[in-house]
């Protein structure tokens, strides 16, 4: 005699038990966040040398374009040598 699938042998009691757990167990969805420090902020801010450099190229620019800018060739010579043999 040969008995196959007969009722319901295809259901798992514990399956279901453990089903019902799992789903009582749910994990919160975790949320993104993002602190900026303070010392960040302070490097976010311009600060003073940043904005006389800014001042500084505009000059040089507008020195360029009317061809007023003059080029000092021994203050270019002084500061290579420095460079390359002092350092």
């Known amino acids: 005699m040969r008995i196959d699938k007969f009722g319901l042998m295809g259901v798992n009691p514990y399956k279901r038990q453990f089903d019902k757990e799992m789903q009582a167990k749910k994990p919160v969805a975790k949320q993104d966040k993002v602190e900026i420090s303070t010392a960040a902020k302070e490097l976010q801010q311009i ?40 350092n």
């Open 47 to 86: 600060s003073q040398s940043t904005v006389e450099r800014q001042e500084k190229v505009r000059k040089l620019k507008e020195q360029v374009q009317n061809g007023t800018y003059q080029i000092d060739a021994k203050t270019i010579a002084k500061s290579i040598y420095k460079y390359y043999f002092e």
